[in-house]
């Protein structure tokens, strides 16, 4: 069963929500335009994790012709469903899409000191890999912009229950949540009538989907993000990219073995 079969039922809402997304999309293009001339790049970007929510997003911003950027993280850990879902991508968006990798000599350190596996040890060597592999490429990806778009969504998991629309706690880089209505019936509701390209792992039960390492299969009734670092305490289980600095879990834990 396709992850379509599996998932795609429309809120009652739906078309209410898309109106809302469609109009905050279309805001921000003209809100964070270029202004030195028409050729420079726009000031605002959207963070493709390749996820099932960043591809309705970046359908939505090629489908309404927006200046609107996209950017991906390549980690050097994704899966070959996602890399090949990345060339497609690149391939037929009108929307410029560019790729950030982590700088590599920082990576073949980190992995001759702590090993390949460090990420299983603890939470403090996982968020390690996670600032090298993320967070760098990330701070390059987001020079010289003033906003930029994720697809976080409310129900996604407890730590992103609030989630905004607009995010304004950094005024440097303003953070748009487009979705942040949408249910995972919504997602793939779209996706189905839209026609979406989205990541095949999905429909092997990958909801969320990171690095290979990190990432895993979940099974009937577990939570939504319970396939991401799943040996660490449920606190801990984000990466960094859309974690406030006072909801940050202590490092100091150790993490369970696999």
């Not at 921000?28 to 309705?56: F, H, N, Q």
């Not at 879902?85 to 391939?91: D, G, M, N, V």
């Given at each position: 069963m396709s992850?379509?079969?599996?998932?795609?039922?429309?809120?009652?809402?739906f078309a209410a929500k898309l109106l809302e997304t469609t109009a905050l999309l279309q805001q921000a293009a003209g809100d964070y335009a270029a202004v030195i001339?028409?050729?420079?790049?726009?000031?605002?970007?959207?963070?493709?994790?390749?996820?099932?929510?960043?591809?309705?997003l970046a359908h939505l911003i090629n489908q309404l012709q927006l200046d609107i950027g996209i950017f991906v993280l390549d980690t050097g850990q994704l899966?070959?469903?996602?890399?090949?879902?990345?060339a497609r991508?690149?391939?037929?968006?009108?929307?410029?899409?560019?790729?950030f990798a982590p700088v590599q000599q920082s990576v073949v350190q980190f992995v001759a000191q702590e090993g390949q596996n460090a990420m299983y040890k603890?939470?403090?060597?996982?968020?390690?890999c996670c600032d090298i592999r993320k967070m760098e490429p990330l701070s390059r990806a987001l020079a010289g912009k003033a906003a930029w778009?994720?697809?976080l969504r409310r129900e996604q998991s407890g730590a992103r229950a609030e989630v905004p629309l607009v995010d304004a706690t950094d005024a440097n880089c303003v953070k748009l949540n487009p979705?942040?209505?949408?249910?995972?019936?919504?997602?793939?509701?779209?996706?189905?009538?839209?026609?979406?390209?989205?990541?095949?792992?999905h429909d092997q039960f990958y909801p969320s989907i990171g690095c290979a390492?990190?990432?895993?299969?979940?099974?009937?009734?577990?939570?939504?993000?319970?396939?991401?670092?799943?040996?660490?305490?449920?606190?801990?289980?984000?990466?960094?990219?859309?974690v406030q600095p006072s909801q940050r879990a202590p490092d100091n834990q150790p993490a369970q073995t696999p």
């Amino acid at each position: 069963m396709s992850a379509i079969d599996q998932n795609a039922r429309a809120s009652g809402s739906f078309a209410a929500k898309l109106l809302e997304t469609t109009a905050l999309l279309q805001q921000a293009a003209g809100d964070y335009a270029a202004v030195i001339s028409p050729t420079s790049p726009a000031r605002i970007t959207l963070a493709c994790s390749l996820g099932a929510e960043d591809m309705v997003l970046a359908h939505l911003i090629n489908q309404l012709q927006l200046d609107i950027g996209i950017f991906v993280l390549d980690t050097g850990q994704l899966h070959p469903e996602t890399l090949a879902l990345l060339a497609r991508l690149k391939a037929s968006s009108r929307a410029p899409v560019e790729v950030f990798a982590p700088v590599q000599q920082s990576v073949v350190q980190f992995v001759a000191q702590e090993g390949q596996n460090a990420m299983y040890k603890s939470i403090a060597l996982r968020k390690q890999c996670c600032d090298i592999r993320k967070m760098e490429p990330l701070s390059r990806a987001l020079a010289g912009k003033a906003a930029w778009i994720t697809g976080l969504r409310r129900e996604q998991s407890g730590a992103r229950a609030e989630v905004p629309l607009v995010d304004a706690t950094d005024a440097n880089c303003v953070k748009l949540n487009p979705l942040a209505n949408w249910t995972w019936g919504d997602v793939w509701h779209f996706i189905a009538i839209a026609q979406v390209d989205y990541n095949p792992l999905h429909d092997q039960f990958y909801p969320s989907i990171g690095c290979a390492p990190c990432t895993r299969a979940i099974s009937q009734g577990e939570d939504f993000r319970a396939g991401r670092w799943w040996w660490e305490d449920e606190a801990a289980k984000e990466c960094g990219l859309h974690v406030q600095p006072s909801q940050r879990a202590p490092d100091n834990q150790p993490a369970q073995t696999p």
